[in-house]
Each structure stands twice: as structure tokens, then as C-alpha cells.
């Protein structure tokens, strides 16, 4: 299984800064994801990083806010700018393992909390 | 839309007894399912993935099964212990994106 790690694993953040949170994978994987637990709520996508071509969003998400890079097959950054309180949530990194059952694996996650 | 629904939102057992955590999806075109297990403030840990062609998997006490025309799979715990007290997601995969449900939040009392 992909083992991932993510920095920072939590941050206290002023509003209208903006943090970058940075996923590294133990192996190269084709696709990367990037999830939101806001408290007490489930998980929900953000959007869908590929290595060589712009993330995916999902509806409600827009690349101003939520900027994504991929620069190679094992690594992925996701920024959220211009933070509220409303932002302070888990932010979790997943990959796909290629080649097997398909089974998604996830970070750690970032703990965010925004004053 | 894909909507994934878990029942109960919280349970809280003895320690020993058997359970069982449901989850119901609305659209039956998925790829597969996954059972995730999530420790207070932590990622999540993968538990069990069942293909949509697949009836069920088992891995230790743990047993998950799919029934992809009414839309639904069942986590069965055998013999809880303490240790087992997390909040257990489930996810219904359509392509890349995985739909999650809310959880059931599982406490299992010495």
C-alpha cells in the first residue's frame, strides 16, 4: 500500500492568509486527490491533481481559492487562499493505487483552524 | 448525483458483542465500495473494498458485503473490543471520485 505523508500535519492561520499544504507519496501514483472534512462532516473532493495537466475541480470549488500543483508523480501541493473561519477544516491527500484493487488511500491530514 | 447515507450516526456497544453498520447508495453504477475506519482527529485507514462485481470481503473480524441492486452494503463486526472505537465511513466509487457517507460513530464500552 502507498504510504503518504503531509505537511503541515496542522497550522493556525489568520484570516486572509493563505497556507500551502504539501503531500508526498512513497511511490509514483497516476492520480492524486484532495479532500475536505469540515468539523463534525464528511469528506468531500476538492478536486483531482494529474501529473502534467491543470486539477479537476469538483463543483464548488474554484482554482483561485483552492490552487493545486502536481510537479511530478509523487508529490502535490494544495493552497487555500485567502482564508475565513469558515476554511477551518481537515484536508486530506489521497492516491490511487494503480495496478491493483483500486483502493484510495489517505494522508494523515492537515488540521486547520483559521481565527 | 451519487449520495452515500450511513445508519446508525452513532452507536455505542459492550465490548464482545457482534455489530452491524449500514450504508445505502443511490446510484447502483459504481465501481466498487470501501470501508474506511477514522480515529479522532486523524486520516483515514482503509478497511475493506468490495469490487461491484464482488458479493463480499472479509479480512479478520471484520466483513463487508455488497448488494449493488437495492443500493446496499453492510459492515459486520464480530466480537467488538474497545479498540474498534472509531467512526467507520463508507464510500461508493464512480470513476475516480469516491462519494462519502457521513459515518457511524462506534463505541465500544469495556
Known amino acids: 500500500s502507498a504510504v503518504i505523508s503531509q505537511k503541515p500535519s496542522r497550522d493556525i492561520c489568520q484570516r486572509g492568509t493563505s497556507l500551502t499544504i504539501q503531500c508526498q507519496v512513497d511511490?509514483?501514483?497516476?492520480?492524486m486527490f484532495w479532500y475536505r472534512q469540515q468539523p463534525g462532516q464528511s469528506l468531500t473532493l476538492i478536486a483531482t491533481?494529474?501529473?502534467?495537466?491543470?486539477?479537476?475541480?469538483e463543483s464548488g470549488f474554484v482554482i483561485d481559492k483552492f490552487p493545486i500543483s502536481r510537479p511530478n508523480l509523487t508529490f502535490s501541493t494544495l493552497t487555500v487562499s485567502n482564508m475565513s473561519p469558515e476554511d477551518s477544516s481537515i484536508y486530506l491527500c489521497?492516491?490511487?493505487?494503480?495496478?491493483?484493487?483500486?483502493?484510495?488511500?489517505f494522508g494523515p491530514g492537515t488540521r486547520l483552524t483559521v481565527l | 448525483k451519487q449520495e452515500v447515507t450511513q445508519i446508525p450516526a452513532a452507536l455505542s456497544v459492550p465490548e464482545g458483542e457482534n455489530l452491524v453498520l449500514n450504508c445505502s447508495f443511490t446510484?447502483?453504477?459504481?465501481?466498487?465500495l470501501q470501508w474506511f475506519r477514522q480515529d479522532p482527529g486523524k486520516g483515514l485507514t482503509s478497511l475493506l473494498l468490495?469490487?461491484?462485481?464482488?458479493r463480499e470481503q472479509t479480512s479478520g473480524r471484520l466483513n463487508a458485503s455488497l448488494d449493488k441492486s437495492s443500493g446496499r452494503s453492510t459492515l459486520y463486526i464480530a466480537a467488538s473490543q474497545p479498540g474498534d472505537s472509531a467512526t467507520y465511513l463508507c464510500?461508493?466509487?464512480?470513476?475516480?471520485?469516491?462519494?462519502f457517507g457521513e459515518g457511524t460513530q462506534l463505541t465500544v464500552n469495556p
Open positions: 489521497s492516491v490511487d493505487q494503480a495496478g491493483g484493487p483500486d483502493t484510495q488511500y
Open positions: 511511490s509514483q501514483v497516476t492520480m
Open positions: 491533481a494529474n501529473q502534467g495537466s491543470e486539477a479537476t475541480y
Open positions: 446510484d447502483s453504477a459504481i465501481y466498487n
Open positions: 468490495i469490487q461491484s462485481s464482488q
Open positions: 464510500a461508493a466509487r464512480s470513476g475516480s471520485r469516491l462519494t
